[in-house]
């Protein structure tokens, strides 16, 4: 069965503090990993897609990368703006339908 | 990407009525998606809706409880019939297009629907 595991649950950081995200996926056949961010009553705004193992994505502060079987975020210094629930989900091949993780609440704190 | 409005942004409904959400799109898409985060919970898919066919759906929703329309490549609506305490939960539409080339790349969602059912 697809899988989605994200860890840890919640991670308070302070300002400048840089850090990492993990996801942890199986599926039968990646078509792509994809990075979220939710911010408390709104939809989830794209971040990354990842398709192969070795890849990197970056934008601004944050960095995603893709190994078989997880996924980093790493965010470097971050910032109090930073602060949001970032969700992990797969695709796998033959499918449109997204498996989502149930996220890593991320505060920074000034 | 694309850009998605969702109406209503948020509604109080009493036990056993309905409620029909829209989805509308600032492009054409051929895949539209509804899903469902429920409190504390991360995102579940309901059902696949593909202009000019049937909506696909997923294990656990059912047609009669959660219909579907795609009357266009722009739009859909998804109803929440006869709902209960359970259905309390924030509905979110979701389009597939592509921003790198590639026939798809990743699905795009609206700002969602929240929904509390008394």
């Known amino acids: 069965e697809d899988q989605v595991t994200q860890s840890p649950e919640a991670l308070r950081l302070q300002e400048g503090e840089s850090s990492s995200l993990n996801c942890s996926y199986t599926?039968?056949?990646?078509?792509?990993l994809f990075w979220y961010r939710q911010d408390p009553g709104k939809g989830p705004e794209f971040l990354f897609t990842?398709?192969?193992a070795g890849e990197e994505k970056e934008k601004e502060r944050l960095k995603a990368t893709l190994t078989k079987k997880e996924s980093f975020l790493h965010i470097t210094a971050p910032k109090p703006e930073d602060s949001a629930t970032y969700l992990c989900?797969?695709?796998?091949?033959?499918?449109?339908?997204?498996?989502f993780g149930t996220g890593t609440r991320l505060q920074v704190f000034p | 990407s694309a850009v998605i409005s969702q109406k209503p942004s948020r509604d109080i409904c009493q036990r056993g009525t309905s409620l029909t959400i829209q989805c509308q799109v600032d492009s054409q898409v051929t895949m539209m998606f509804w899903y469902r985060q429920q409190p504390g919970q991360s995102l579940t898919l309901i059902a696949t809706a593909n202009q000019g066919s049937e909506a696909t759906y997923e294990s656990g929703f059912v047609i009669d409880k959660f219909p579907i329309s795609r009357p266009n490549l722009t739009f859909s609506t998804l109803t929440v019939s006869n709902m209960s305490p359970e259905d309390s939960s924030i509905y979110l539409c979701s389009v597939e297009t592509s921003s790198s080339g590639r026939a798809w790349d990743t699905q795009y969602f609206g700002p969602g629907t929240r929904l509390t059912v008394l």
């Open positions: 990842l398709y192969s």
């Open positions: 989900a797969v695709q796998a091949r033959g499918t449109d339908k997204l498996i």
């Open positions: 599926v039968s056949g990646l078509r792509g």
